[in-house]
């Protein structure tokens, strides 16, 4: 399989990694040229594109991961073969010019990514959308390259998985962050935190995370509640932010006075 890649962030890094463990013929492009100089070093297989025209080149597929708001100006700016399939790596974005070239489609990998940080393929949903079946099967098969699950969506269900992937991933890992800033400045190891974290992750895929809620808003209990306030007093913004998931809890919770 011919696979171009378009970028040069992480997401389009991890990608790279990835594909040069296969069989796959790739190349990359972006317009940082330095990014393009350490990506050769790091990943000597790849080949470097020089140029904006991609027709002679005829690939398979060209994965466009770039940000999301310069998308589409990425996507006019090169020229494709018919036969090529485009695909983007976004979760919320859409190609809107797609008279420009219209074998267009989708290959978003549902997982959070840091350059230091391994991927396991194996393990990171890969939503797929086009209209043709034959672009279908040639998302499957780069999904199958990377021996990734994979599972075909509209762009209105993407877009809802994408909201509710901010809500569980980057949130959370604000609100831990947050979390360990306090503990820091009580001279305290965040990782002491780790086992709670990981036992309520766990219940929350065990059951509906709904139906295992604990703490003191789902206990009412206001005592408590005004106490962490008063330790907020400093962080106004997560003092809120307190409150209003407090008040979300307690409105989307039946109340259970035995919880812990």
């Not at 190349?27 to 470097?48: G, Q, Y």
């Not at 398979?60 to 090169?78: A, G, H, M, P």
């Amino acid at each position: 399989m011919k696979i171009v890649i378009i970028g040069s962030g992480n997401v389009a890094y991890h990608l790279i990694q990835a594909f040069c463990t296969t069989d796959a013929l790739l190349f990359v492009h972006a317009r940082n040229e330095k990014a393009l100089e350490i990506l050769k070093k790091e990943f000597p297989s790849i080949t470097i594109l020089s140029t904006y025209n991609l027709i002679a080149l005829n690939a398979d597929l060209v994965l466009i991961s770039v940000k999301d708001d310069v998308l589409n100006t990425v996507f006019e700016q090169y020229a494709y073969s018919p036969q090529t399939l485009v695909a983007h790596t976004s979760g919320t974005e859409t190609i809107t010019n797609t008279l420009f070239h219209q074998n267009a489609g989708v290959f978003y990998p549902l997982q959070t990514f840091s350059r230091s940080n391994h991927v396991r393929w194996n393990n990171t949903p890969i939503l797929i959308e086009a209209s043709e079946e034959d672009a279908i099967q040639k998302l499957e098969q780069a999904a199958a390259l990377l021996q990734a699950p994979y599972f075909q969506t509209d762009t209105q269900q993407r877009k809802y998985i994408h909201l509710a992937a901010v809500l569980t991933s980057n949130f959370a890992n604000h609100l831990l962050g947050k979390a360990a800033t306090i503990l820091n400045e009580h001279s305290i190891d965040y990782h002491i935190l780790q086992p709670l974290v990981e036992a309520t992750i766990h219940k929350a895929f065990t059951k509906h995370p709904f139906d295992v809620q604990t703490g003191p808003a789902i206990r009412n209990d206001n005592s408590t509640v005004i106490k962490h306030l008063s330790l907020l007093q400093s962080d106004r913004l997560l003092q809120n932010i307190y409150t209003d998931i407090t008040e979300s809890i307690q409105k989307t919770s039946n109340l259970d006075t035995n919880n812990e």
